[in-house]
């Protein structure tokens, strides 16, 4: 069983960290650097509860070994607001019932950063293709549809701001 | 739902990484995206002793067109595929088999060699490889070699592939100007594997009766299934609902034994592929 060294930027902070090769990306999140923030579902890419950026896209964090993250970026729920404060696709979910139990709510906001990153105008069906890959068993799509309805008109509000800024 | 304990190694060179799966010392297992074999690590349906990473193998990574065939690198991601306007033009069937294809999520990492060596019978891609007559290109010890997607897929989750060798090319031969196709699915929920689907191309001659044509279906047998019977079937027929039928109810009647499984049963699977196979062909007639 051997022994890696990985170099990870997480959230924008760099991490160097001594992982066993069978470590998934999701644990050495969780349990390594304790951002416990990305959960853990079916563990075999189903349900997208732990869905992650790399390198800016949308991944499942438990169908990657830790290892295979040696110098890439990556971005988890814990680093899409500042300090204080949510970001907007968090004020979108809270404002239209997007959660209820909340544990698959990280694996949606971050498809949905994705998603938005790319274009912040999604038609439904382009919304629903994402949403497609993640699982929520308590809370019902609609109203998480209409949270990302929410969200990208804040992401377009808060971009026409910036324009202007 | 762990991985077993194993080794990895993620060379840097094509020689090197044939090297590791050589060595008979250890089972060792290619690593490409990931999304069919990370599953099967964790439940520990796969474990192999040594994982080779092709990660950070140069030159596996592209898409372009040389001599009148798209060539795509092992490594490349299908949201590449996807989002290359190449392949939305020279091969739309591939463009609109690579949207069934799990979900955008899965297809960041999902490359097109790790589809085509895990040959999952109810996968897309290769039966589209068969369907466009595409070839591997294979490395091994002994160098490098092409095997026809015809003969790549010898069974269920069994490729031509030697123990040794290395996917490294899908190269797709860009179908004649005027070639209709189609790419039909059906699952219980976009994104999941098929239930059954159907990869179609047609070419009508100047007469406007099928010259040719390829029906290929996936979910309804050990690999892709070429209904040889249905081509030549429709070969030199004109074109209309009633040809169709009979491409359907060959199909039918050539599928001996299709999958049963929780989701749907053998006759169920054999009802899909000639309604696919009827609809599918009008579809690609459509597109000529």
């Known amino acids: 069983m051997s022994e890696h060294t990985v170099e990870v930027t997480v959230n924008g902070v760099a991490y160097t960290a001594t992982v066993d090769a069978r470590t998934t990306l999701v644990d050495f999140l969780r349990a390594e650097l304790g951002l416990t923030g990305t959960h853990v579902g079916c563990e075999h890419g189903v349900c997208g509860v732990c869905t992650v950026l790399v390198d800016g896209k949308a991944t499942r964090s438990c169908l990657m070994l830790a290892v295979q993250a040696d110098g890439l970026r990556i971005t988890t729920v814990e680093g899409l607001a500042e300090a204080e404060g949510l970001h907007p696709i968090q004020e979108a979910f809270a404002e239209e019932h997007g959660l209820q139990c909340g544990f698959c709510t990280p694996g949606f906001l971050m498809a949905t950063h994705e998603l938005l990153e790319a274009n912040p105008d999604p038609g439904d069906d382009e919304i629903r293709d994402v949403l497609g890959g993640q699982l929520c068993r308590c809370t019902g799509y609609q109203s998480i549809l209409r949270s990302v309805h929410l969200a990208a008109s804040k992401t377009r509000a808060q971009r026409a701001a910036d324009a202007h800024a | ?288």
Not at chain 2, 175 to 189: L, N, Q, V, Y
């Open chain 2, 1 to 288: 739902m762990k991985p077993a304990p194993l080794d990895y190694a993620a060379p840097e060179t094509l020689a090197e990484a044939v090297a590791l799966l050589a060595d008979a010392s250890r089972e060792a297992k290619v690593i490409a995206g990931g999304q069919s074999l990370m599953p099967m690590l964790n439940m520990r349906l796969a474990r192999p002793e040594l994982l080779v990473d092709l990660r950070r193998v140069d030159g596996l990574d592209h898409i372009r067109e040389e001599h009148g065939a798209i060539r795509i690198g092992a490594m490349t991601s299908k949201r590449e595929v996807e989002q290359s306007p190449l392949v939305r033009e020279r091969l739309p069937l591939l463009h609109a088999a690579t949207l069934h294809v799990g979900h955008p999520q899965i297809r960041s990492r999902g490359t097109v060699g790790g589809s085509m060596a895990q040959a999952d019978p109810a996968a897309e891609y290769p039966c589209v490889a068969v369907a466009l007559g595409a070839t591997m290109r294979v490395v091994g010890p002994g160098g490098e070699r092409t095997i026809p997607a015809a003969d790549f897929f010898v069974t269920y989750l069994t490729t031509a592939l030697e123990e040794d060798e290395i996917l490294v090319e899908v190269s797709f031969p860009v179908p004649a100007p005027g070639t209709g196709w189609s790419f039909t699915e059906i699952s219980r929920r976009h994104g999941d594997f098929a239930l059954a689907g159907a990869a179609i191309t047609v070419a009508l001659d100047g007469a406007g009766t099928v010259a040719d044509s390829a029906i290929v279906l996936f979910g309804v047998g050990p690999g892709p299934v070429r209904a040889h019977a249905a081509e030549a079937r429709i070969r030199g027929g004109r074109p209309g609902d009633e040809l169709y039928r009979e491409a359907g109810a060959a199909v039918a009647a050539a599928l001996t034994d299709p999958p049963a499984d929780v989701h749907a049963d053998s006759e169920y699977r054999r009802h899909l592929a000639a309604t696919m196979t009827t609809r599918g062909l009008a579809e690609a007639v459509q597109r000529t």
